[in-house]
């Protein structure tokens, strides 16, 4: 989606194209570099310049994609960079070229925020502290790498649903090793845990090519949401710079409908609008977390809602009228120009659209019009809350006071983890607990 009127779409176009050719030649620069002993300082001053957003990511992808492992390597200090975009672009760069080398600052984000004290969970004060935490369990079940299951299986306990959900996505991605397909196993059996938690252990059982059903299942005691739920994962949206937002960008958006038990396993139900090419298309209902993200594409970012909440009445109207229209065979519109219907929407203005059937607002109605066209996911979901229970950490942030030689955390996260990484100590944090 593009922020501005329609009427001057075809010149940011032209200003796209133009922008990404300037980018290649950036790269084939980086390119040139890395061909010679200082290529990873070079590499990493390029990142830290102030010539452009653009031109640091495209340092850091050549960076993590480099056959060297003398440059590869630098991604992980790129990862524990103070600047939030640089720190972006590397998180993105490591899962797409599956960097072993950036795991252990990976591993450090996760156990950084679990362990923060006043931890909210889905009640955050700054949300991107989560979703830095949750883009980094995504990344880390993107780069496929054995060592990290025991460390997402630790860092399971204590966290709420949708970090569970995370986590045990990033476990299926990482195949049927050692402990990971019993352990999912047990979670899909489990009447502790929620329904949509159990929904995703059941579709990770079914990636891994496991038995996804059990005789006798034992009900939940809670579906884990409400239904009529705003659904939130990743996408491209906003502007034709979205390469360059300080986070994974939050693109999609749908309707949660409720949950399913058949054929003895736990299925989700959501309402959502994808382009006419996906399988399947435009307004549709499906029954998989798989699905909603595009195939584990994107992290899942959880359940929100208006900030007025919805009524019992309210949310029985958005559930109804989210089954109906899915089944009406509506097209996606591709130009965003008809966001809420009729008969083409996109996914944001179908969601927003359902929630203003019901009498319901969630985002100001001056982001779909105007100089504020059109609304896009992100929008929406800045512009509502999390409904979900507020979680106590379990974990505790060691004292002020605590001091560490040189390389013992590295030693002590890699314990915790239960991996054995060959680490750089010099761009391993020295606090993380």
């Given at each position: 989606?593009?922020?501005?009127?329609?009427?001057?779409?075809?010149?940011?176009?032209?200003?796209?194209?133009?922008?990404?050719?300037?980018?290649?030649?950036?790269?084939?620069?980086?390119?040139?570099?890395?061909?010679?002993?200082?290529?990873?300082?070079?590499?990493?001053?390029?990142?830290?310049?102030?010539?452009?957003?653009?031109?640091?990511?495209?340092?850091?992808?050549?960076?993590?994609?480099?056959?060297?492992?003398?440059?590869?390597?630098?991604?992980?200090?790129?990862?524990?960079?103070?600047?939030?975009?640089?720190?972006?672009?590397?998180?993105?760069?490591?899962?797409?070229?599956?960097?072993?080398?950036?795991?252990?600052?990976?591993?450090?984000?996760?156990?950084?925020?679990?362990?923060?004290?006043?931890?909210?969970?889905?009640?955050?004060?700054?949300?991107?502290?989560?979703?830095?935490?949750?883009?980094?369990?995504?990344?880390?079940?993107?780069?496929?790498?054995?060592?990290?299951?025991?460390?997402?299986?630790?860092?399971?306990?204590?966290?709420?649903?949708?970090?569970?959900?995370?986590?045990?996505?990033?476990?299926?991605?990482?195949?049927?090793?050692?402990?990971?397909?019993?352990?999912?196993?047990?979670?899909?059996?489990?009447?502790?845990?929620?329904?949509?938690?159990?929904?995703?252990?059941?579709?990770?059982?079914?990636?891994?090519?496991?038995?996804?059903?059990?005789?006798?299942?034992?009900?939940?005691?809670?579906?884990?949401?409400?239904?009529?739920?705003?659904?939130?994962?990743?996408?491209?949206i906003g502007s034709i710079g979205s390469w360059e937002n300080s986070d994974l960008p939050v693109g999609h958006a749908g309707i949660f409908e409720g949950t399913e038990i058949k054929d003895g396993r736990i299925y989700v139900l959501i309402g959502d609008c994808v382009p006419n090419n996906f399988v399947p298309p435009g307004v549709r209902n499906i029954n998989s977390?798989?699905?909603?993200?595009?195939?584990?594409?994107?992290?899942?970012?959880?359940?929100?809602?208006?900030?007025?909440?919805?009524?019992?009445?309210?949310?029985?109207?958005?559930?109804?009228?989210?089954?109906?229209?899915?089944?009406?065979?509506?097209?996606?519109?591709?130009?965003?120009?008809?966001?809420?219907?009729?008969?083409?929407?996109?996914?944001?203005?179908?969601?927003?659209?359902?929630?203003?059937?019901?009498?319901?607002?969630?985002?100001?109605?001056?982001?779909?019009?105007?100089?504020?066209?059109?609304?896009?996911?992100?929008?929406?979901?800045?512009?509502?809350?999390?409904?979900?229970?507020?979680?106590?950490?379990?974990?505790?942030?060691?004292?002020?006071?605590?001091?560490?030689?040189?390389?013992?955390?590295?030693?002590?996260?890699?314990?915790?983890?239960?991996?054995?990484?060959?680490?750089?100590?010099?761009?391993?944090?020295?606090?993380?607990?």
């Amino acid at each position: 989606m593009l922020k501005a009127p329609g009427k001057f779409i075809i010149a940011l176009f032209c200003l796209f194209f133009a922008s990404r050719a300037a980018a290649g030649e950036n790269i084939n620069a980086f390119l040139i570099d890395t061909n010679n002993p200082s290529g990873t300082e070079k590499q990493q001053d390029r990142a830290r310049g102030t010539d452009g957003q653009e031109r640091r990511c495209a340092a850091i992808s050549v960076m993590a994609a480099s056959k060297d492992k003398n440059i590869s390597s630098g991604l992980a200090s790129a990862l524990l960079d103070p600047d939030p975009v640089l720190q972006a672009c590397a998180l993105r760069a490591a899962a797409e070229t599956k960097n072993t080398s950036a795991v252990v600052p990976l591993m450090a984000n996760v156990s950084a925020y679990l362990s923060a004290a006043g931890r909210k969970g889905p009640y955050e004060d700054n949300i991107r502290a989560r979703l830095k935490a949750i883009n980094s369990i995504w990344a880390l079940g993107e780069i496929g790498s054995p060592e990290v299951t025991n460390g997402l299986k630790k860092f399971y306990q204590g966290s709420d649903d949708i970090i569970k959900m995370n986590l045990l996505i990033s476990l299926g991605k990482l195949g049927p090793g050692p402990g990971s397909a019993g352990y999912i196993r047990e979670v899909a059996a489990s009447g502790e845990e929620t329904e949509v938690v159990r929904a995703v252990a059941f579709e990770m059982l079914e990636e891994m090519g496991q038995k996804a059903s059990l005789a006798g299942l034992v009900p939940s005691r809670s579906s884990g949401m409400e239904k009529g739920d705003l659904l939130y994962t990743g996408g491209m949206i906003g502007s034709i710079g979205s390469w360059e937002n300080s986070d994974l960008p939050v693109g999609h958006a749908g309707i949660f409908e409720g949950t399913e038990i058949k054929d003895g396993r736990i299925y989700v139900l959501i309402g959502d609008c994808v382009p006419n090419n996906f399988v399947p298309p435009g307004v549709r209902n499906i029954n998989s977390w798989k699905n909603f993200t595009h195939h584990y594409k994107f992290p899942f970012y959880g359940n929100r809602t208006s900030e007025v909440r919805p009524s019992a009445a309210q949310r029985k109207r958005i559930v109804q009228l989210a089954l109906e229209l899915g089944a009406k065979g509506l097209k996606y519109s591709v130009l965003h120009t008809s966001q809420k219907g009729p008969v083409e929407f996109d996914c944001v203005g179908y969601t927003e659209y359902i929630y203003e059937q019901a009498g319901l607002n969630p985002t100001d109605n001056k982001l779909e019009t105007g100089w504020g066209w059109p609304l896009t996911p992100w929008e929406q979901f800045e512009g509502t809350v999390p409904n979900a229970p507020a979680l106590t950490p379990q974990l505790v942030s060691a004292p002020a006071d605590t001091q560490r030689a040189p390389g013992q955390a590295a030693q002590e996260l890699q314990k915790m983890a239960g991996i054995t990484v060959e680490t750089n100590v010099r761009i391993i944090p020295q606090r993380v607990y």
